[in-house]
């Protein structure tokens, strides 16, 4: 829960930090690959958070801070990934012990819950030996 609460404050920023990297998202012109209903929803969501700043001011930085701002923000989303992987890994494990011991009720939950799960490094079921490893 931790990692979940840590990301959602943590959202906010990163969009702060794509919008001065992303030269797309800093101008007045639509994205080609982005819909008119996602871009009216981007400038009401920009214009909230710009109330008292200028964000064309963050336009003038460099191509090579762009990289490292861009290098930071990887980063920062795989270890966020990486823990939240983790953590819910964890979870699902206990939900199939409890499932196990003491009501089937979880099962369902554990199946839906384990496909925010899927594709990660952590993802399918673990047994009593693998993790003791």
Sequence with gaps: MHTCTMFATYTAWLSRELEKTDPDLIGSKKPDNMSMKQWN???EERSQRHTNSNASSNASAGAASDVARLEKLSDTLQKYEFNFSRHLQILLDSLNHYAATET?????LCARLSTANQGTQFSGLRNDD????
């Design 41 to 43: 929803k981007y400038q």
């Design 104 to 108: 089937v009720v979880l099962l369902g």
């Design 130 to 133: 693998d993790a003791a490893t």
